[in-house]
């Protein structure tokens, strides 16, 4: 949904394990939605997208799920490794818009 | 290589002082994005660009401003006016139109009041 200024909800997860990220999004027009990470002092980077027409999308070693009805999508981590940890944004965005809109943030920790 | 830049990437402000935050973007891009982050929150929209010539407030835009006057350049201006500055200012840019609109990030700046 809309990005405010809450803390970060956080998650911890053993090297190793699979991680799953969760995120309500807000706009049931949005068409596009994105999973960005960002690293300790950088700026998020893309990790994987999916369109409203899909309910699944896999990359290497991350897997988007997106369940339009109850406006939720996920972003699952397999294998999760130490370089894995940091804060993860979902964004929603869509066809011809030009805003952008982030969710608050999960920051994932791996354990060793 | 076609990318987002912003600079500097540490800027130290006098309280009561203006400062400007730059980001260039050679990405062909036509929106562009400032957001603030504070530490161990998400991303806060200050203002953003459609257009050249063209901005909105966002949802934090009082004691900010902006300019548009080329398609690549977007500076942020941090007024005497904005109460807490402090904090790691990111820029973004985006697509516009039909299709996916990815948006891509600077490495941000640091902004700590002194």
């Known amino acids: 949904g809309e990005s405010v200024g809450l803390h970060l909800p956080t998650l911890s997860v053993q090297e190793g394990d699979n991680s799953i990220i969760n995120c309500a999004y807000s706009n049931s027009a949005s068409d596009y939605f994105i999973w960005y990470k960002q690293e300790s002092g950088k700026g998020p980077q893309f990790i994987i997208d999916?369109?409203?027409?899909?309910d699944k999308r896999q990359g290497q070693r991350v897997t988007v799920l997106l369940n339009k009805t109850v406006k939720h999508l996920s972003l699952q981590i397999a294998a999760t490794q130490p370089g894995d940890s940091a804060v993860y944004f979902c964004?929603?965005?869509?066809?011809?818009?030009?805003?952008?809109?982030f969710g608050a943030g999960t920051r994932l920790f791996v354990k060793a | 290589d076609g990318g987002i830049t912003q600079s500097p990437k540490y800027l130290f402000r006098k309280e009561g002082q203006n400062v400007t935050l730059s980001c260039e973007q050679n990405l062909n891009h036509d929106a562009m994005y400032w957001y603030r982050q504070d530490p161990g929150q998400g991303l806060r929209l200050i203002y953003y660009s459609q257009i050249v010539n063209d901005f909105q407030k966002g949802d934090i835009a009082e004691g900010y401003s902006v300019s548009r006057e080329k398609k690549e350049s977007f500076p942020l201006t941090v007024t005497s006016a904005q109460k807490n500055p402090t904090a790691f200012y990111l820029c973004a840019s985006t697509t516009v139109g039909q299709g996916y609109t990815e948006a891509f990030f600077g490495q941000g700046t640091r902004l700590t009041v002194v």
């Open positions: 999916i369109r409203s027409n899909m």
């Open positions: 964004a929603e965005t869509y066809t011809g818009g030009f805003k952008t809109i």
